[in-house]
């Protein structure tokens, strides 16, 4: 079974086969924190290339720096050493090209949610906007809500708001941190779906954070397993499985045992 797993070194060749390319190089990335007498290194040296229209996974321990890297490569935070580049550019600060969607949904709750998914549009013309975000919200499963206030919404409707919001730039990555931690087990099983719908119809190139295993293996091309911090990339998991998946099978639950192995080696 070890031979369907590979090291991030490997997966470097296998990217480089793709006929795609990458979208999201990451090179000798590290990033620390603090100062030269309290300094703390949160990533070391990540290295990892997610090719064109791959849905990555991110799994590690809680405070490995995975949070961290999203950040990094969203623009957020700044590399110490090393450098991503997205699209062949090197990232320095935000950009439209690269959506971000945290745990919570942090929607301004002044704002309906027409206006709350607009304010993901970049400022270019705003004749198209109102077809857009109908159609954005078409896509989330949300017709009907486009004048609902945000405490009106569930938490799985408010999280596809900011889905929607993330979107509406038509980004060609889509960085995910723990999407959909914070929902319920049937909403999380019809968002995972949804994600998925989504992911296929847009070919967003999808870089997510989780901490469950059976959603990484449910949804990724991919899942990259970080080490404890200070966070390097241990392995780089390509799940060669058909969609949909189903997460009774003998091979899900291989790549299930293989990962909580992974993981269990880094807890000392
Ligand atoms: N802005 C910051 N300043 C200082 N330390 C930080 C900052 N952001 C993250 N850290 C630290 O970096 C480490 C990695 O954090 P994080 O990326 O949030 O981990 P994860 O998302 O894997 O749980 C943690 O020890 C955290 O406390
Ligand atoms: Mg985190």
Request: proline share 5%; hydrophobic share 40%; with cysteine.
């Amino acid at each position: 079974m070890s031979s369907t797993f590979c090291t991030g070194k490997s997966q470097k060749k296998t990217s480089d086969a793709s006929p795609q390319g990458a979208d999201v190089k990451v090179l000798n990335l590290s990033k620390w924190f603090g100062g030269p007498n309290n300094r703390l290194k949160a990533l070391e040296n990540v290295t990892m290339e997610v090719p064109k229209g791959a849905f990555f996974s991110v799994i590690g321990q809680s405070g490995c720096g995975k949070t961290t890297l999203l950040r990094l490569i969203a623009g957020l935070e700044t590399p110490s050493r090393g450098r991503i580049e997205v699209d062949g550019r090197q990232v320095e600060g935000t950009g439209w090209e690269r959506g971000l969607i945290f745990q919570e949904p942090r929607l301004f709750p002044w704002a309906t949610v027409e206006h709350n998914v607009r304010l993901g549009l970049p400022d270019r013309d705003s004749s198209v906007w109102p077809d857009l975000v109908a159609e954005l919200l078409e896509l989330v499963g949300l017709e009907g809500f486009a004048a609902a206030f945000p405490r009106k919404l569930s938490g799985g409707m408010a999280q596809r708001v900011a889905l929607a919001r993330a979107l509406a730039s038509t980004p060609r990555v889509l960085l995910l941190d723990e999407p959909l931690g914070a929902l319920d087990a049937v909403t999380r099983a019809r968002m995972q779906k949804e994600l998925l719908g989504i992911w296929h119809k847009r070919k967003i190139t999808m870089l997510a954070v989780t901490h469950d295993l059976d959603e990484a293996i449910l949804l990724s091309t991919h899942i990259v397993v970080l080490s404890e911090r200070p966070g390097t990339v241990k392995s780089v998991i390509p799940i060669q499985m058909e969609y949909p998946r189903d997460r009774t099978s003998m091979e899900f639950n291989r790549f299930k045992q293989e990962l909580v192995k992974l993981l269990l080696e880094e807890v000392s």
